[in-house]
């Protein structure tokens, strides 16, 4: 049974930073492109950043970027996503994704992603 749990979200002032994880399980991992979607209240589930299945390359949305980072360790079936510079537009539920594809997508889809993660709530205080 395929599992990611995310962890590391909370509360956090504007212009503050917080690192997600995403602690894989029952799949192999390196197989896999890993990304980080997330939520804000009302609105549709939208692409954050994502990394190839060797780590070497990633790609993210406009919104995050000089801001987020993401990397992965395959030894530790983890993923993480580093967040700096938070805004209080970047509140939402952050999911963590997997996607069997061999290639990594420069915008990754919602329908395209094999798992998921059941999401972690950040807040950014004004």
Same mark, same amino acid.
Request: aromatic share 10%; proline share 3%.
């Given at each position: 049974?395929? #599992? ?32 980080w979607?997330? #939520? ?9 950043i ?7 390359r ?23 996503? #580093?967040m ?8 939402a539920v952050?999911?963590c ?28 205080s004004?």
């Amino acid at each position: 049974q395929v #599992q990611l749990v995310e962890s590391g979200g909370g509360l956090v002032q504007t212009g503050g930073s917080l690192r997600l994880a995403c602690a894989a399980s029952g799949l192999t991992f390196s197989n896999y492109v890993m990304a980080w979607f997330r #939520q804000a209240p009302g609105k549709e589930r939208e692409f954050v950043i994502a990394i190839s299945r060797s780590g070497g390359r990633t790609s993210d949305a406009d919104s995050v970027k000089g801001r987020f980072t993401i990397s992965r360790d395959n030894a530790k079936n983890t993923v993480y996503l #580093q967040m700096n510079s938070l805004k209080p537009e970047d509140t939402a539920v952050y999911y963590c994704a997997a996607d069997s594809r061999v290639f990594l997508s420069p915008s990754p889809s919602v329908s395209a992603m094999n798992y998921w993660g059941k999401g972690t709530l950040v807040t950014v205080s004004s």
